[in-house]
């Protein structure tokens, strides 16, 4: 009977140390399944992180690139309109220079005297301290028959140059200062432009 027991004793903890074993390696297998799915897990989790990082990476780079173009062009563009009110400045200082009463004078003759078609009489309006210096000049040299379809007038809005009517002021001509300025920058304006393009690059 001992015999019996011992054997029986024997066989249970085989059996026992046989199940314990069996448990130990699924719960070693489980385990280790279970690290294979989390570092798994880790890894996808990484990669979305670092796939986000450098979206937004790129995202930050094309827009700090667009932020830049835009200062760029905002720049070029406050030049520009800078350098086109300094080039209007100094044309209409030029020209309210060069167009003095006796030069508005010589003109107006120029053009009465050349035969232009004045429909209904001519009309020139000056600056009123320009007035009296171009009547002076420019009265003496026409006949009375001229002079007589000729108005003079002085205009708080001219602040050099003139402007002349051949159809008793329903439409004019405008040599102010202003409007010669502005031609004159016009047409220094592409190569302005021009410049500004070669020092933009």
Same mark, same amino acid.
């Given at each position: 009977m001992? =015999?019996?027991?011992k054997?029986l004793?024997?066989k249970?903890?085989? =059996?026992?140390?046989?199940?314990a ?7 070693e ?13 880790a +890894?996808?989790d990484?990669d979305?992180?670092l /796939?986000?990082?450098?979206?937004k ?8 690139? *667009? ?18 009110a300094?080039?209007?400045k ?5 020209? +309210?220079?060069?167009?003095?009463g ?8 120029g053009?009465v005297?050349? %035969?232009?078609?004045a429909q %209904?009489?001519?009309?020139? @309006?000056?600056k009123?301290?320009?007035?009296r ?9 026409l006949? @009375?028959?001229?002079?007589?379809g ?6 708080? *809005?001219?602040?050099?140059g003139?402007?002349?009517?051949f159809?008793? %002021? ?13 031609y ?6 592409p /190569?302005?432009?021009d ?7």
């Amino acid at each position: 009977m001992p =015999e019996e027991l011992k054997t029986l004793i024997e066989k249970i903890q085989k =059996e026992g140390v046989q199940a314990a074993q069996d448990t130990a390696r699924q719960i070693e297998d489980a385990a280790r399944a279970r690290a294979e799915e989390i570092v798994a897990q880790a +890894r996808r989790d990484a990669d979305g992180i670092l /796939a986000a990082a450098r979206t937004k990476d790129r995202q930050s780079q094309e827009s700090g690139t *667009q932020a830049l173009q835009q200062a760029a062009r905002n720049t070029v563009l406050a030049l520009r309109q800078e350098i086109t009110a300094m080039l209007n400045k100094v044309a209409a200082a030029g020209i +309210r220079q060069a167009l003095s009463g006796q030069a508005i004078a010589d003109i107006v003759y120029g053009m009465v005297h050349a %035969g232009v078609d004045a429909q %209904g009489g001519v009309v020139i @309006e000056v600056k009123d301290s320009d007035l009296r210096t171009v009547m002076e000049a420019l009265f003496p040299k026409l006949s @009375e028959a001229v002079r007589a379809g000729i108005t003079l007038k002085a205009s708080e *809005q001219i602040a050099g140059g003139f402007t002349i009517s051949f159809d008793a %002021g329903r439409s004019q001509f405008d040599f102010t200062d202003t409007a010669l300025a502005e031609y004159l920058s016009a047409s220094l304006r592409p /190569a302005l432009a021009d410049i500004l393009r070669g020092a933009a690059r």
